[in-house]
């Protein structure tokens, strides 16, 4: 537990030198943007090729079937409910787009990862892993269509206004309207599909691609965290007021997501150390990557960074009342 625990406090410090930096302009303004353009193209991609060859077996992935059934039935069951609040709430534009992914999708790898590690040990790994290729999938693929759907009509609204002034002057002016599958497959889902195919074909990558990779995968973690710091300058004057939204995002990432989780294992019959590493994985805070897409096309940035952060310290209460829980019932 104790580890757990120093691993969110490790993520806490790195946020607050991202806001310290931003906060006293130490950086360029643009450097978040930047470091997110990192995050997305390139270390991202490279860190799903790195975990899926790390931590699966053809076996394994063959064995886990209904494992991935649950993850998947998991997602879906998140994505419906956060797609029927967001209307319950009224919310719009990417605000809306917003609430939807981050209640969907959890940090699952870089809070759960240690944490379950420190409970479970090694056996309790490839049970997560299970979990974390859904979510991995699922996310780099709709969620960040989502996102970018969402960037992409705010940048069409801005180029509507300016055709529009243009075609006064000069007359109708031709638009190009980008594919929807340039959405999906995007770097890091290739990164899903290349660590899937290495798997499943057994093969490994040569030495010197595989350590550059390695340690292009290892800046994703402390860019993320830095660029969700330097959004959270939102806090520089206390901290804001929480919204009706928020705190139904907070409930969906400790309460809703595990009582859903809950349901699916025991209608599935999955009991043992992988029902309750499931249970573990599903109460993690939101998923940091929402934060960096938002930051990427510029929807919402600064309200995904606040529910990450939010979201993040409220885990340093919640993580111990599962990790107890867990205990108790082992």
């Known amino acids: 537990m104790f ?7 490790v993520i806490l410090i790195i946020f607050a030198l991202g806001f ?3 906060q006293r302009r130490i950086w360029p303004d643009n450097t978040p ?3 997110s353009a990192v995050v997305i193209r390139i270390s991202a991609p490279c860190l799903a090729v790195t975990s899926i060859v790390s931590g699966f077996t053809r076996d394994l992935l063959r064995s886990s079937l209904i494992l991935l059934l649950v993850a998947a039935l998991h997602i879906l069951a998140l994505y419906v409910a956060g797609k029927l609040l967001s209307r319950a709430l009224r919310l719009k534009d990417g605000r809306k ?9 959890s940090n699952v790898i870089f809070i759960g990862l240690p944490i379950n590690q420190i409970v479970f040990g090694e056996e309790g790994l490839p049970f997560l892993f299970a979990y974390y290729i859904i979510i991995l999938a699922a996310f780099w693929s709709f969620g960040y269509a989502q996102i970018a759907a969402a960037g992409k009509l705010q940048a069409g609204k801005a180029e509507g206004k300016a055709e529009m002034r243009e075609k006064a002057a000069n007359g109708p002016v031709r638009r190009r309207i980008p594919p929807q599958l340039s959405k999906i497959i995007n770097p890091g889902f290739i990164g899903v599909i290349v660590g899937y ?8 990558l040569a030495a010197p691609i595989d350590i550059a990779m390695g340690y292009l995968a290892g ?8 660029v969700i710091g330097a959004n959270l300058t939102i806090f520089a004057k206390g901290i804001p007021r929480v919204t009706a939204d928020e705190v139904i995002i907070l409930l969906g990432k400790f309460v809703i997501s595990p009582l859903i989780m809950f349901g699916l294992l025991k209608a599935l019959g999955v009991d043992g150390l992988p029902f309750f590493v499931f249970i573990l994985s599903s109460s993690m805070p939101c998923h940091m990557q929402t934060s960096i897409i938002a930051q990427h096309y510029g929807v919402e940035s600064a309200y995904a960074s606040k529910l990450v952060g939010l979201s993040t310290l409220l885990s340093l209460i919640t993580i111990p009342i599962y990790v ?7």
């Open 219 to 226: 800046l994703t973690v402390p860019l993320s965290l830095l």
């Open 197 to 204: 195919i290495l798997v499943e074909a057994g093969m490994k």
């Open 97 to 105: 787009t917003i609430f939807e992914v981050t209640f969907t999708y």
């Open 33 to 35: 943007s930047g470091l």
């Open 20 to 22: 310290f930096f931003h």
């Open 3 to 9: 580890s757990g625990l120093v691993s969110v406090a």
């Open 324 to 330: 107890a829980g867990i205990h108790h019932f082992m």
